[in-house]
């Protein structure tokens, strides 16, 4: 498609907004390329639907898995925020307090709403809940295409800025603009995959889905050998065995501090060219 320069020039303004009002990373990708996406794809050939009480959330009236699109949504702004190994408190669960980064995340889909909406009454914004069964996206699957690095064999998204450390929060756009990617990047390659050994449940050390079985050549971590249902479990187990603790800034009685497991993460050999050298962590 050729682009006009207006397309081109509020694609570039928003895109700077969002880094302005505090993502770390921003990218651009048409609505129709993620439809019907290698996640939403796989979803109904999963093994099984571990944690799926996520099932029980389901407010779209849609099957499981499957993404509910607004008509005149044209384009996803899909963003990411650093959640550096330092700072890990940015993804901690304190009883049912929403962790810092994910505020951080919610903020920034609410300035660009507020934002786009004033200066440009004419789109209108579809900010993207975290969950796919409450009307969100698969946001690992919308990053890649937008540009913001690829699936490692960690089956996270990996950045040539951060590495796999980044969270991600997307907005529909009602506008069509240019897509910012995919881009050349793959870090593992030539890696002896340490992420897959840090992992405390074992939940790449078995080939679940195959290309010829499935059908589908985008496979969880790549070659079809993350286990969702272990993973799971570490989740579980890391609820259960939250310790109480007593943090200020939101209570005066200790609660339960969730530290949700992310060796797969911190383990990964890549290093973004934002991050510190592993020995200033
Ligand atoms: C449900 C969920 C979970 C569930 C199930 C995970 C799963 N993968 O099934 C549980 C609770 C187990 C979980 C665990 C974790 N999660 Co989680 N999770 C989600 C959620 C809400 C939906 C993911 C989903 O259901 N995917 C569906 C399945 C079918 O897809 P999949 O296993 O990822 O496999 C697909 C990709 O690999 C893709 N793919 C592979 N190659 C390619 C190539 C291309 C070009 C494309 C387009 C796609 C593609 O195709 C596969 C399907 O065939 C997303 C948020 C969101 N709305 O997207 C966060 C999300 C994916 N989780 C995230 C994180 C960080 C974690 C954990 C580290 C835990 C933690 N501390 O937060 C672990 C990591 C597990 C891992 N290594 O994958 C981040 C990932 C950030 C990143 N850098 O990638 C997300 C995006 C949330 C966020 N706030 O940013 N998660
Ligand atoms: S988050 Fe933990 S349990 Fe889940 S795949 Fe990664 S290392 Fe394994
Ligand atoms: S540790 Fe290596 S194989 Fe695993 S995600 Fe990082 S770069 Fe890829």
Not at 245 to 266: Q, S, W
């Amino acid at each position: 498609m050729d682009w006009s320069e207006e397309q081109t020039a509020l694609a570039e303004e928003l895109l700077r907004k969002a880094e302005e009002f505090g993502a770390d990373l921003a990218g651009l990708v048409s609505a129709d390329r993620l439809k019907n996406g290698p996640s939403e794809r796989l979803f109904p050939k999963m093994r099984d639907h571990a944690r799926d009480h996520f099932a029980e959330q389901i407010t779209t009236g849609l099957p499981h898995g499957a993404v509910k699109w607004e008509p005149e949504e044209k384009t996803v702004l899909v963003f990411a925020v650093s959640h550096p190994e330092d700072k890990p408190e940015m993804d901690w669960w304190c009883g049912e307090v929403n962790p810092p980064g994910n505020k951080l995340l919610a903020e920034i889909s609410r300035k660009l709403k507020a934002y786009i909406e004033e200066q440009h009454p004419d789109i209108h914004v579809y900010p993207k809940p975290y969950h796919v069964e409450k009307g969100g996206i698969y946001l690992k699957d919308a990053a890649v295409e937008a540009g913001l690095g690829c699936m490692g064999r960690n089956n996270l998204l990996i950045t040539p800025e951060y590495g796999a450390k980044v969270r991600l929060r997307a907005v529909g756009l009602s506008v069509e603009l240019p897509s910012s990617g995919p881009v050349e990047f793959d870090p593992c390659q030539s890696c002896a995959r340490p992420c897959a050994d840090a992992c405390p449940k074992g939940a790449f050390s078995e080939t679940v889905y195959t290309k010829a079985e499935t059908g589908l050549c985008r496979l969880p971590a790549r070659e079809g050998d993350y286990y969702r249902k272990l993973c799971a479990l570490e989740m579980e187990e890391n609820e259960k065995t939250a310790p109480l603790e007593l943090v200020l800034e939101y209570a005066d009685e200790p609660m339960p501090v969730i530290r949700y497991c992310r060796a797969c993460e911190f383990s990964c050999g890549y290093r973004g060219s934002r991050e510190p050298a592993k020995a200033d962590v």
